[in-house]
């Protein structure tokens, strides 16, 4: 993917390439304060698709999946957009019948979103709850192996609603 970003059609990424363009489209729409929540199954492409918001939003740091450290922070490059990036997995959140919204308000995240970015993959129905409006980005793969992503701006108490594209 490259160029403008497009707001609530489908959008096909037959290549990871395409996956991180349109991280890197998304990046140039965020600013501090932002919350992108990520939604998809393995191998959908959203760490992929971080990926491209890091390198658009100019952070330093490779990119990888946090499944293990639950959170990363990416601190800008001198020549970046001056926003930090908080990449989340919530994957392994809830084990053992714990608290899937406990364990993420543990992490402080809200703290983070005065002055960050924050990007958390497994996120929906959980991480919403950090703030008032947030983009939703719904990522699958089709049987032909291309990715595809949905991408929404969402209002909280708004459900599905979306606000309209600027």
């Given at each position: 993917?490259?160029g403008?970003?497009?707001?609530?059609?489908?959008i096909?990424?037959?290549?990871?390439?395409?996956t991180?363009g349109l991280?890197?489209?998304l990046?140039a729409?965020l600013r501090?304060?932002d919350?992108?929540?990520?939604?998809?199954?393995?191998g959908?492409?959203?760490?992929?698709?971080?990926?491209?918001i890091?390198?658009?939003?100019g952070?330093?740091?490779?990119?990888?999946?946090p499944?293990?450290?639950?959170a990363?922070?990416?601190r800008?490059?001198?020549?970046?957009a001056?926003v930090?990036?908080?990449?989340?997995?919530?994957?392994r959140?809830?084990?053992?019948g714990?608290d899937v919204?406990?364990?993420l308000d543990?992490l402080?995240?809200?703290?983070?979103?005065?002055?960050?970015?924050?990007?958390?993959?497994?996120?929906?129905?959980?991480?919403?709850r950090l703030?008032?409006r947030?983009?939703?980005v719904?990522l699958h793969r089709?049987p032909?192996?291309?990715r595809?992503?949905?991408?929404h701006?969402?209002?909280?108490?708004a459900g599905?609603?979306t606000?309209?594209?600027?």
């Amino acid at each position: 993917m490259t160029g403008t970003l497009v707001w609530d059609s489908e959008i096909e990424l037959p290549e990871p390439a395409d996956t991180e363009g349109l991280g890197a489209a998304l990046a140039a729409e965020l600013r501090a304060g932002d919350l992108v929540v990520l939604s998809g199954p393995l191998g959908a492409g959203k760490t992929v698709l971080v990926r491209g918001i890091a390198r658009g939003l100019g952070v330093a740091g490779p990119v990888t999946s946090p499944t293990f450290v639950i959170a990363r922070e990416h601190r800008p490059l001198p020549d970046g957009a001056g926003v930090p990036l908080v990449h989340v997995d919530a994957y392994r959140l809830g084990a053992g019948g714990v608290d899937v919204a406990a364990e993420l308000d543990d992490l402080d995240l809200d703290t983070d979103l005065a002055e960050a970015v924050v990007v958390v993959e497994w996120g929906e129905g959980v991480a919403e709850r950090l703030a008032a409006r947030h983009i939703l980005v719904r990522l699958h793969r089709r049987p032909d192996d291309v990715r595809v992503a949905d991408v929404h701006r969402v209002h909280a108490g708004a459900g599905a609603a979306t606000e309209p594209a600027p």
